[in-house]
């Protein structure tokens, strides 16, 4: 019989349902029951294409007798991380806190008022690798409940005045320059990226280095872009990337498949571009066109890692691994060879049971090599959609949907390819439409085509209002300058600190333990440096010096983060680099067609410029106010610091 997950939004949530454990869903009514019962509650969070999670809820959610004490003993909620980023991101603070590291699965025991007095992440049904069992843990905290409830309400007390504290980093001025030195001294040589195994994609570090544009910066930026692009991480056959490598040479990835991570780096290499940038996005964006768009226009925030091997087993990876027979059963005994060496395939394997990821460390050149590449990836690819596909998580989720707008366009304009413009617009009117409660305020998910209960953060207003505002450049449509706008008021209304930085929730939201505030990027933009890039470039379309104030103010509170850790700040550098002189506001008018592409396709070549094309002067566009063609030929006009130049008319000129 299914429990109260059965009605939820969440396809996580969902797949919990039928589970014996009496899960309830993040409401107060949980709370009440926990304290009518004088029982804790034990707090699980996760996310669908989480392969730890899943291995835990087979080992202990299933197991009828694990779920009898914990329906007994405990009030059991369960949370998708990515449906209410503010619950896990105040418990996560409080796991690392308590533990010294976090992840997930997360799980914590809370008192009725919600302060964690114990938490940790993964526990197995058996003891094993010094860690107890889970059903141990549960006893151990039951008994503790019941006898030592002063230690509990201590030990809850101290967790909560660490989690009060003031989140002021302090202020200051970021130093680009100085950023790229400590990044320097962080990078990996050897193979691209930063830090050892496993290795997450550095996207918005990547883009900063972009920016700031110096010989060492570029020299990170292409060695890191090539050996991600090279390695098994990125999709060789069906294009995109999976969540992180394993390993230190991004041989073997974790092989589920985010939207946020695909969102970024599909718009990082189209903007790079060059014969390799070009490639992999446009293969990213044809990957997410083809397995991510939902019924509804949205994109789906992931695929899992783990799918049917062919036996009924659910393996990670075997969607993706090859062997040398499989190979040679694919294509034949000489093109299996041939695809074995182009693809760093080994009797050995580089995975695990004898299969290999696929890499393509070293692409062929040569026209007639190309060819055949082709017609082998087509041809695996093809065998490999036989294979039982990967679960997918078809929740939209608002700020990774803005993110993938922005990819979109990014690709659409170097690619010269209207289908990912389009594909970006429905994005946008879904999320600007659906997305939306009765007072006109972005809500954080959908699916299916109906609209969840929980309100956005701040990331969802900072990364659906930058996408909004890359539709406004790329369409030249005033609709989406307003609700980018829109959303930016909001957040300066309802969200911003009175040091100018900003939490990452409302303040008429919902009440936790603590109020979340983070201005470090992890997988994707913090709530903050989202929200500082709409806000710069709301400022160069509208000229409105309260953005520019605001995001300047932001990005003082961010400073001493970039000072000390800047890979956790690449988002905010990026900006900051960009508003040293700038950004360059740089607005092509006149008819359309070959010359005013030129003129455009050279404006948008610079880092961090925002361009925007159309015929003439449009109502609601102030950087288009007074834009007319030259002598009847389209024309450029590029301002920067509030400085403008005469319009150009060649684009060898601009």
Known sequence: MPNRLADSTSPYLQQHAGQPVNWWEWEPAAFDEAKRRDVPVLLAVGYAACHWCHVMAHESFEDTSTAAYMNEQFVNIKVDREERPDVDAVYMAATTAMTGHGGWPMTCVLDHDGNPFFAGTYFPDQPRHGQPAFTQILQALSEAWTDRREEIASVAENVRAHLALERDGGRGEIDPAAAVETLAGEFDAMTGGYGGAPKFPPSMVLEFLRREG????????????????????????????????????????????????????????????????????????????????????????????????GTGRHVEGAFYAWTPAQLTDALGVERGAWAAETFSVTEAGTFEHGASTLQLRHAPTDPDQQRRLAEVRARLLDVREQRPRPARDDKVVAAWNGLAVTGLVDAALVLDEPRYLGAAIRVGELIDTLHRDDRGRLLRVSRDGVAGRHAAVLEDLGCVASGFLALAQATADPRWLRSATGLLDDALTRFRADDGGFFDTAADAETLVTRPRDPGDNASPSGTSAIIHALVAAHAL????????????????????????????????????????????????????????????????????????????VEGIPLLDGRTAVDGRPAAYVCRGFVCERPVTDSAQL
């Open 214 to 309: 110096s010989d060492k910066a570029r020299h990170m930026l292409h060695r890191t872009l090539a050996a991600m692009a090279g390695g098994g991480m990125y999709d060789q056959l069906g294009g995109g990337f999976a969540r992180y490598s394993v390993d230190r040479g991004w041989v073997v990835p974790h092989f589920e498949k985010m939207l946020y991570d695909n969102a970024q780096l599909l718009g990082l290499y189209a903007r790079v571009g060059g014969t390799l940038g070009e490639r992999i996005a446009r293969e990213t964006a044809d990957f997410m066109l083809r397995e991510l768009v939902t019924a509804e226009g949205g994109l789906a925030s992931a695929l899992d890692a783990d799918s049917d091997d």
């Open 542 to 617: 509208t000229g409105e010096g309260r953005y520019r104030q605001a995001a300047e103010e932001a990005l003082a509170t961010v400073a001493p983060l970039a000072a000390q850790a800047p890979r956790f700040a690449g988002w905010s550098l990026a900006a900051a680099t960009t508003m040293a002189d700038g950004p360059e506001e740089i607005a092509v008018v006149g008819p359309a067609g070959t010359a005013r592409d030129a003129l455009a396709a050279a404006a948008r070549r610079r880092p961090g410029a925002i361009v925007i094309a159309a015929d003439g002067p």
